[in-house]
Structures are given as C-alpha cells and as structure tokens.
C-alpha cells in the first residue's frame, strides 16, 4: 500500500514540474495560478486513476491490473492489455483501459486517442467524459474547445458530478471568472471525495475568494483616486477671476 501512495505522489509531482515552466513565465495573477489549477485537477485525477487500476475490485471480471504497486508490473500489465486491444480492435472497455492507464502513465496524446476509440461507451457516462476534458485539458494547456464541450456534457448528465465540477471550476478560472469558479467548487458534495481531494477543493475555494476580494479593494481603490482626480481636474479648467 505504501508503494502505491508513493507512486501516486511521484504522479501529482511530474505533473507539478510540467506546468512550473508556464508559471514563472506568466505576470498576472489570475495566469500564474492557472497551470497550478490545471496540473493540481489533472495530478489528483491521474493519481487516482493509478489507485483505480491497482485495485482489482473496481475492475470486476478485467482483473489484469493487480494492486501491487510494483511499476514494473504496472507497465507489463499495460503492454499486455495493448496486446488485447490489438486483437480485439472492437473490444471498448480494453480502450477505456488503455485511455486510463496512459493518463496514470502521464501519456495523454495516447490516452486522448484511447478516449476517442471508445466514445461510443464514455459519451453517456459523466465520469469518464470528465477525465476525457482533464486529459485534453492538460494536453492543449487549456480548456478551451474541446474540453469545455465535454465538461458540459457531463455536467448534463449529472449536474453533481465532482470531476466534472472541479475541471468546470478550473476552466472558469481559466477564463477569469472567479465567481463562477467558486460557485462551481462550492457545488461539489465533499463527502464523495478523498480527503486529498476535499483539501485541494476548500483551499481553491478560500485562495480563489481572497483573490476576488483584492481585485475588488484594487478597483474600489481606482474609483476613489478618479473620484479626488475629478474636482481638482475641474477646478483647473475654471477660467481664472
């Protein structure tokens, strides 16, 4: 068990170092905790797809995956499902596997393709069109598109789905709506997620809330520099007595 939480760590830190390069490039705020945001969701997401893997009783009969935590056993186990989806091309399941297994192994293009050879069996499941807009999402840098159309199409068919609600809150971030972002997070049933889970949801909350709060002091802080501006503006263009 230990090694499995120290492979998903190893998960959320390779995540962590992907997006470090486009945050200390970026000037405002509201940009450089965006990769944070997107890397965060995808980590959680991907580590938990590793833990989902290494548990046979989430699998039923598809018991290849063993939870061992041995990585070596992981990557065998992945090459032999390779193998299954190239004999049995029709086989969906063996593609949603595939698409998990590559998110876990941070091989998104992979794991989008994966996705996509599957959709016939993701597109009315809210669950797996949420980690088909995480893996884009962190694949294009960005929500735009794609990911944004799954995101609501999850959220169609389940408006409480916590995936789709956390990457819907990032994508409002993305797009500087923060209110919104916090309105999505806030929706979230914390009872349904692990603690890690429910930590990173609350702090996004409170950062979020604070930072709308100072961009709220800065705008109110303009408004009364031009308000002092206006008299002594108008005193100066009164002809001279």
């Known amino acids: 068990m230990t090694k499995v939480w120290l492979i998903m760590f190893c998960i959320i830190l ?4 992907i997006v470090y390069v486009s945050w200390v490039k970026s000037d ?47 990557v065998n186990a992945v090459e032999a499902l390779e193998q299954k989806a190239a004999n ?12 998990h297994s590559y998110r ?7 794991a989008i393709i994966a996705f996509g050879k599957s959709w016939e069996k993701i597109k009315s499941n809210p669950h797996e069109l949420a980690l088909f807009a995480g893996t884009l999402a962190v694949w294009r840098g960005s929500f735009a598109g794609k990911p944004d159309e799954l995101i609501e199409q999850a959220l169609k068919l389940d408006a409480h789905n916590a995936d789709a609600l956390m990457l ?8 500087k ?31 979020v809330k604070e930072e ?8 109110s802080g303009m408004e009364q520099y031009h308000d002092a501006q206006e008299p002594a503006a108008a005193s100066s263009n009164s002809p001279a007595k």
């Open 88 to 99: 049995e091309p029709n086989n969906l399941n063996h593609q949603i596997m595939l698409a």
């Open 14 to 17: 390779i995540c962590m170092v």
């Open 212 to 219: 709308i709060s100072g961009v709220k002091k800065q705008e």
């Open 28 to 74: 405002a705020a509201v940009n450089k905790r965006l990769p944070l945001i997107i890397g965060l969701i995808v980590g959680l997401l991907a580590a938990g797809g590793y833990y989902w893997l290494g548990n046979p009783s989430a699998l039923g009969p598809a018991e290849t995956f063993t939870h061992t935590g041995d990585v070596e056993e992981f």
């Open 168 to 175: 819907a809150g990032g994508s409002a971030y993305q797009r």
């Open 177 to 207: 709506q923060l209110t919104t972002a916090v309105a999505y997070w806030e929706k979230i049933n914390l009872k349904q997620l692990e603690k890690e889970d429910q930590e990173w949801v609350l702090t996004q909350i409170k950062d």
């Open 104 to 110: 876990a192994m941070g091989r998104y293009e992979d």
